[in-house]
Nanobody, 129 residues
Framework: EVQLQASGGGLVQAGGSLRLSCVAS????????IGWFRQGPGKEREGISC????????DYSASVKGRFTISSDNAKNTVYLQMNSLKPEDTGAYYC??????????????????????WGQGTQVTVSS
């Protein structure tokens, strides 16, 4: 059974940091593009980062580039999202997802949620001002 388990969210002050983890089971992450999406209050779900851990390709949305870093540990079948310099507008539910391996190269964070096949349950990030 394919599963994605996201964790690491919490409440942090502006300027602080959090590291999200996405543990995959039932498949190998290096066979897929793993993406991080977030959905803020009253906003649409947006793709913010993705990685193909097989070829190392990564992408970031303009809203997080330079502050967030995506990485993977294939031995642990886990993808991480290190989030630094957090802002109140980063508040939202964060989801990890798995999609076809070509997504990272072809679309990057421009890929919509419909390009991804599997989703985790989400972890809440709240950034206070």
């Amino acid at each position: 059974e394919v599963q994605l388990q996201a964790s690491g969210g919490g409440l942090v002050q502006a300027g602080g940091s959090l590291r999200l983890s996405c543990v995959a089971s039932g498949f190998n992450i290096d066979d897929y593009t793993i993406g991080w999406f977030r959905q803020g209050p009253g906003k649409e779900r947006e793709g913010i980062s993705c990685i193909n851990s097989s070829d190392g390709r990564k992408d970031y949305s303009a809203s997080v580039k330079g502050r967030f870093t995506i990485s993977s540990d294939n031995a642990k079948n886990t993808v991480y999202l290190q989030m630094n310099s957090l802002k109140p507008e980063d508040t939202g539910a964060y989801y990890c997802s798995a999609g076809p391996s070509w997504v990272a190269a072809a679309l990057g964070t421009a890929a919509g949620a419909h390009e991804y096949d599997y989703w985790g349950q989400g972890t809440q990030v709240t950034v206070s001002s």
